[in-house]
C-alpha cells in the first residue's frame, strides 16, 4: 500500500538503455561474441510510406481501367548486352543462395517468378540445376568468396550480377556460424562441413573500378558478350558509386538500401551502416542523367519494398524496376502465424524471427533442415508469390493510371509529394501542400 | 598450326574462334603473336588445345580454363587462371598479383615469380611457382596445393582451409592460423609428383609443409583476435 | 581510380623522345580514366630562372592581358609560352615572389599548375589523346616526367581535379586508389598553413609530401611518413626537380608495374603501358614491393 505521506514516482524506463539495448549488453558479457542475425534493418527509417501520389484532377487526367492499357514491361542490359532480359513486370527476385534457403523455397521462388514472366537471382554458393530448370530467367550472382563459380554455368545464365556491396552490409564480410553447412552445400562450396563460414570482403582478384572494368571485360569475353552485367551496391555513395558502375561498364545497376536483407551478418551492420533506400535514389539517377545514361544503364532499385506503391514510387523517382527478398519470403511463409508456438520455443515471435543462421526456421524456408523444409510446398508456395506480384503490379498499374500514364515507367517526380521534411529533402519532392523542397532553392 | 596475330585479330576474334573449338577437334595446335599486354587473352576455353602464347600479356589471360595446355612465352598481369577449372598452363615469364585466384582445378606453373595473393581463395587448384611468391598468398585458400621453390611473403595462409602450402625458401611470417605441419609421406608423393609434372629441378625433402590449425574453424572467444 | 605512367631516363640521347613515349604510354592507359589527364615533365632548367606553369578557362583574354602586365614591369627578364589553354612564364627566379603576388592579386581566376626550375604541368578534363594534343606532349623533350589518366572517385570531374598534383617547387604526385582519412588529413594540413583548392584525395596527399618537406624530410622520408599517416589504397608515383619515385601502401592491391633497362626506368599501372619502349624484351620487369620507397635521382 502507498504510504501517503513517503509516495514513489512512477518508475521509468530509460530511453537509451531501454529493454533492448540492455538485453544486448547482457548478452555480449555473456557470450564475448556479436550477435549475428538474418533479414534487414528494422529500425524505422524514411521511408515510401512517407510519400504519396497526387493522382488525377482538373489538370491531369486518369486512364480507364480496362480498355486503357498501362504498360509494365521493361528490359534491361540494353547498352551492351547481345540478349537484354525483357521482363513482363518490372518486379524481380534478388539475391539469395541455396544454403541460405532450402531447396523447396528457391524452387517455389522460380516457379513464381516465372509464372509473373520475371527472373530470379542466384545467391552466395553458386547455381543449381533445380534453380536453373525452375526459372525462365535466372541472374547470376558474380561474389568474393566464388563459391561454385564455373564457365559452364556462367554461360547459362541470363545475366551476371557482380556484387561490389549489399545494402545490409555495405563492406561486408566476417564470419558465419557453422551450423548451415550441410553435406550439400559444403561439397557446392568447397568447405568442410560444420565449421563456421569467413566471408571475404573484397573481390579476390580485383579492387576499385578501374580494375573493374577489366573483369567486365573477361567476363564479357567468357559469355560472348550475350548476357547483361549488372552491378549491385550497397548504400554507400550512390552518387559517385552509381558513376563509377557506369564508368566500368555495367549495364544494370541494383542498388540495394539498408533495408535490404542477407541470411545472416552482425547486427551493427545491419542497423549501423548503408543508407536507406529512400536516401540512395536520387543520388543514383542523378549520376545517371548526369552521364546521359538514364533509362540507357536500367536502375533496379531493392530493400525494403513491399506494395504496389512502394514499386510505383520508386519507378516515379527514376528506377526501371525494383527487386524484392524479405517480401518475397514473407510471401512463400516466412514468419507466418501458424507456427507461433514455435517461434515462443525459440524464444521469439512471428514477424521477429531472424536467427536465420541457426538453421532451424519452422517454416522450412532458411533452413537446411530435411524435415523443415520439407514443410514448404514448392508448387503452393510458388502460386503465393505469383499471387503476390500480381497484386503488386495491379497496384503500381492503378496507381500509374490514376496519374494518367499509359507506361509505368512514365511516373515521374513531380507525381509525389511527401508528408515529412526528411522524405521531402531524400527524394527531392515538395512537402505536401508547399512547393518547398529542403536543399532546394524556392522556384 | 593456327596463328592469330592481336594486331590484325581483334581480341573478341581471338577468343571467339579459340572458344568454338570443341573436344573433336582437327585443329590442336595454336598460336597468338603479339599479345602486347591485353587483358583476358585465352579466358573461357573448353577444349584440349596446346596454345602459345608469344610475348606478355595483361589480367587474367587464362581466365576460367578448362581442359587447354597453354604456354605463356612471357609475363602475365593479375588474376592469370583465375578460376581454373582443369588444363595447364606455364608462364615462362614472371605473375602479377592473384595468380590462380579461386582456381578449382588443373595445374599453374609459373616458372618465375608470382606477386602478392598468388592462391587467394584456391578451390583446388595445384599451383607451382618456380620463384618467389609475395604477401597474402593463400588467404582463405580452401583446397588444392601451392608449391614454392623460392620464398614467400608476409602472410602465408591467412585465415587457411585445407589447402596444402609447400614452400622450399624462406617464409617471411604466416597467417593467422597456419602453421608448419609434419611432411609425411603421403605428402612427399603429392609434392614430388607436382614438381615433376611442374619440371621443377627439386627434391620434395627440401620442402616444409605449412597448413591450417583449425582453430579459427568454430568460433572460441580466445581466438577473436585473430579475426 | 585512374592509370598512371612514369618515366625517368639515365640516357640523355633519349631526352628528344620523352614526351612522345609518355604520351604513347598514356594513351595506352586511356580506359582506366576517361575523366581528364595530365602530364608533368621536367625539362630545359634555365640557370637563376624559374618556370611558373598557369592555366586560364579563357587564354584568349587572359594571356593578353597578362603578357602586357608583365612585359611593362620586368621586361628583360621574363618569357611566356602559350600553349593552348596554358602559360609558361619563366622569370628570374628573385622575382618569383612578386610574380605570385601579381596573380593572386591581379588574376585571381588563373590557376597555378606548377612552379619550379624544371616542371611543367599540362592537365585538361578530356581523354589522354585529347589532351595530349592539345599540349602537343609528343614534341617535348626533358628528363623525366610523370602522367595520369582519371576515373574520378569521390571529387568532380574538374581541371583542377586533375592529376599531377604540385604542392611544392618541382615537385608533383600521382595516384591510383582512394585514401580514406583524406577529409580529416586536409583539415589538419590546414592549421599548419597548407590549403588545398579541391575535394581530391590526391591533392591531400600531395600537399601532406610537402608539409614533411617544409619540415626538413627528404622524399624518401616523407614517403614512409605516408606509410603510416595515409589510411587507404594507393600507389604513387612522385616528381621531384631531379628524380622520380615509387610508393605502394601496405596492402598493395592497385596494381603497378616498373622496368628498368641501362637507358630508363618506366613505371605503368599495367604492363600494357611498357610495351612499346626501348628494349622492353630485355628490360628488367618488376612489381615494387608493398610500403616500399623506391627512388631513382640523376
Given at each position: 500500500m502507498t504510504d501517503h505521506r513517503k509516495p514513489h514516482t512512477t518508475p521509468v524506463k530509460s530511453w537509451t538503455f531501454d529493454d533492448h539495448t540492455n538485453s544486448y549488453i547482457r548478452r555480449a558479457a555473456a557470450t564475448g561474441i556479436y550477435d549475428i542475425r538474418g533479414g534487414g534493418a528494422k529500425r524505422r527509417v524514411p521511408h515510401f510510406d512517407d510519400l504519396l501520389f497526387l493522382g488525377a484532377s482538373m489538370s491531369r487526367y486518369p486512364l480507364e481501367g480496362y480498355r486503357e492499357k498501362c504498360d509494365t514491361s521493361v528490359k534491361l542490359g540494353t547498352r551492351y548486352a547481345k540478349n537484354p532480359i525483357e521482363l513482363d513486370i518490372p518486379i524481380t527476385i534478388a539475391g539469395m543462395s541455396f544454403g541460405a534457403l532450402s531447396g523447396q523455397a528457391k524452387e517455389a521462388l522460380g516457379r513464381g517468378a516465372s509464372a509473373a514472366g520475371t527472373s530470379t537471382t542466384t545467391g552466395d554458393g553458386g547455381m543449381t540445376p533445380e534453380e536453373r530448370g525452375h526459372s525462365t530467367k535466372l541472374v547470376y550472382q558474380y561474389l568474393p568468396s566464388r563459391y561454385g563459380m564455373n564457365p559452364d554455368d556462367l554461360r547459362k545464365a541470363d545475366a551476371i550480377e557482380i556484387v561490389v556491396g549489399q545494402g545490409a552490409k555495405p563492406g561486408g564480410g566476417g564470419m558465419l556460424l557453422g551450423q548451415k553447412i550441410s553435406d550439400r552445400v559444403a561439397e557446392m562450396r568447397n568447405l568442410p562441413k560444420g565449421i563456421d563460414q569467413r566471408s571475404a570482403c573484397r573481390h579476390p582478384d580485383w579492387t576499385g573500378p578501374d580494375d573493374l572494368e577489366i573483369k567486365i571485360l573477361e567476363l564479357r569475353e567468357i559469355t560472348s558478350w550475350k548476357v547483361p552485367i549488372y552491378i549491385k551496391i550497397g548504400g554507400a555513395r550512390p552518387y559517385f558509386d552509381t558513376t563509377l558502375a557506369i564508368k566500368a561498364g555495367a549495364d544494370v545497376v541494383v542498388l540495394d538500401g539498408m533495408q535490404g536483407g542477407t541470411a545472416a551478418t552482425q547486427d551493427v551492420f545491419i542497423e549501423h551502416v548503408g543508407q536507406p533506400t529512400l536516401a540512395c535514389i536520387r543520388p543514383a539517377v542523378q549520376a545517371l542523367q548526369d552521364l546521359g545514361m538514364h533509362r540507357k544503364v536500367q536502375l533496379v532499385l531493392s530493400g525494403g519494398i513491399r506494395t504496389g506503391a512502394d514499386v510505383a514510387k520508386a519507378l516515379a523517382l527514376g528506377a526501371d524496376a525494383v527487386s524484392i527478398g524479405t517480401a518475397a519470403l514473407i510471401a512463400l511463409g516466412d514468419n507466418d502465424p501458424r507456427w507461433e508456438k514455435e517461434y515462443n520455443k525459440l524464444g521469439t515471435t512471428a514477424g521477429a524471427y531472424d536467427d536465420w543462421h541457426e538453421g532451424l526456421d519452422p517454416a522450412g524456408i532458411t533452413t537446411q533442415d530435411p524435415q523443415l523444409s520439407a514443410r514448404l510446398d514448392p508448387i503452393l508456395a510458388g502460386q503465393r508469390l505469383k499471387n503476390y506480384l500480381k497484386v503488386m503490379t495491379l497496384e503500381a498499374q492503378t496507381i500509374a493510371r490514376a496519374c494518367g500514364k499509359n507506361h509505368i515507367l512514365n511516373l515521374e517526380p513531380e507525381d509525389l509529394c511527401a508528408l515529412t521534411m526528411e522524405a521531402a529533402a531524400m527524394a527531392?519532392?515538395?512537402?505536401s501542400g508547399t512547393n518547398w523542397i529542403p536543399g532546394k532553392p524556392d522556384v | 598450326m593456327e596463328t592469330i596475330d592481336l594486331t590484325k585479330s581483334s581480341l573478341r576474334d581471338l577468343n571467339e574462334i579459340l572458344q568454338r573449338q570443341s573436344e573433336i577437334t582437327n585443329q590442336k595446335q595454336w598460336e597468338v603473336i603479339n599479345p602486347k599486354g591485353a587483358h583476358a587473352v585465352a579466358v573461357g576455353l573448353n577444349a584440349p588445345l596446346e596454345l602459345s602464347i608469344k610475348g606478355s600479356t595483361g589480367y587474367y589471360c587464362g581466365g576460367m580454363n578448362q581442359k587447354a595446355n597453354i604456354k605463356v612465352y612471357g609475363s602475365v598481369g593479375p588474376g592469370v587462371c583465375e578460376n581454373m577449372m582443369s588444363g595447364c598452363v606455364t608462364i615462362e615469364g614472371d605473375a602479377s598479383q592473384y595468380a590462380g585466384a579461386t582456381g578449382q582445378g588443373g595445374l599453374l606453373v609459373i616458372k618465375g615469380n608470382a606477386a602478392s595473393r598468388c592462391g587467394i581463395s584456391m578451390k583446388g587448384i595445384n599451383i607451382v611457382v618456380h620463384g618467389n611468391i609475395g604477401h597474402m598468398s593463400a588467404f582463405m585458400a580452401q583446397s588444392g596445393n601451392l608449391v614454392v621453390l623460392g620464398d614467400a611473403g608476409d602472410a602465408l595462409g591467412d585465415s587457411l582451409y585445407e589447402a596444402r602450402l609447400f614452400v622450399r625458401g624462406n617464409v617471411k611470417s604466416l597467417g593467422a592460423d597456419c602453421v608448419e605441419k609434419e611432411m609425411r609421406p603421403e605428402h612427399l608423393n603429392i609434392l614430388q609428383d607436382l614438381l615433376n609434372r611442374s619440371n621443377a629441378n627439386a627434391d620434395a625433402k627440401e620442402f616444409k609443409r605449412y597448413g591450417s590449425a583449425r582453430s579459427l574453424y568454430n568460433f572460441d572467444i580466445d581466438n577473436a583476435g585473430d579475426y | 581510380m585512374c592509370g598512371i605512367v612514369g618515366l625517368f631516363l639515365k640516357d640523355k640521347s633519349l631526352e628528344l623522345t620523352l614526351g612522345e613515349m609518355l604520351t604513347q604510354m598514356l594513351i595506352t592507359m586511356s580506359d582506366r580514366g576517361p575523366d581528364s589527364a595530365g602530364i608533368a615533365i621536367y625539362k630545359n632548367p634555365k640557370n637563376s630562372f624559374t618556370k611558373v606553369t598557369v592555366q586560364s578557362s579563357q587564354p584568349q583574354i587572359d594571356f593578353e592581358n597578362i603578357k602586357i602586365e608583365l612585359d611593362s614591369l620586368f621586361n628583360q627578364n621574363l618569357e611566356i609560352m602559350i600553349i593552348d589553354t596554358h602559360a609558361i612564364i619563366t622569370i628570374e627566379t628573385e622575382y618569383l615572389n612578386s610574380i605570385k603576388e601579381i596573380l593572386a592579386t591581379s588574376f585571381p581566376n588563373l590557376r597555378i599548375m606548377s612552379i619550379g626550375d624544371s616542371i611543367e604541368i599540362y592537365k585538361e578534363v578530356g581523354l589522354p589523346e585529347t589532351v595530349a594534343n592539345r599540349f602537343d606532349i609528343s614534341k617535348m623533350s626533358g628528363s623525366h616526367g610523370i602522367g595520369h589518366t582519371r576515373m574520378a572517385t569521390e571529387s568532380a570531374v574538374t581541371t583542377m581535379g586533375a592529376h599531377p598534383f604540385s604542392t611544392g617547387n618541382d615537385q608533383c604526385l600521382v595516384h591510383n586508389g582512394s585514401l580514406s582519412n583524406h577529409n580529416s588529413l586536409r583539415r589538419k594540413l590546414r592549421k599548419e598553413g597548407i590549403e588545398c583548392e579541391t575535394d581530391n584525395d590526391t591533392e591531400v596527399a600531395a600537399a601532406f609530401l610537402t608539409y614533411k618537406m617544409n619540415e626538413g624530410y627528404n622524399l624518401g622520408d616523407a614517403l614512409k611518413a605516408g606509410i603510416t599517416e595515409l589510411d587507404g589504397f594507393y600507389t604513387f608515383l612522385v616528381g621531384t626537380k631531379n628524380g622520380f619515385g615509387v610508393l605502394r601502401d601496405p596492402i598493395a592491391c592497385k596494381p603497378a608495374v616498373l622496368a628498368e633497362t641501362e637507358q630508363y626506368v618506366a613505371f605503368g599501372s599495367e604492363y600494357r603501358a611498357l610495351v612499346n619502349l626501348p628494349n622492353i624484351d630485355s628490360a628488367k620487369v618488376w612489381e615494387p614491393e608493398p610500403a616500399t620507397v623506391y627512388f631513382w635521382e640523376h
Open positions: 527531392q519532392v515538395p512537402l | - | -
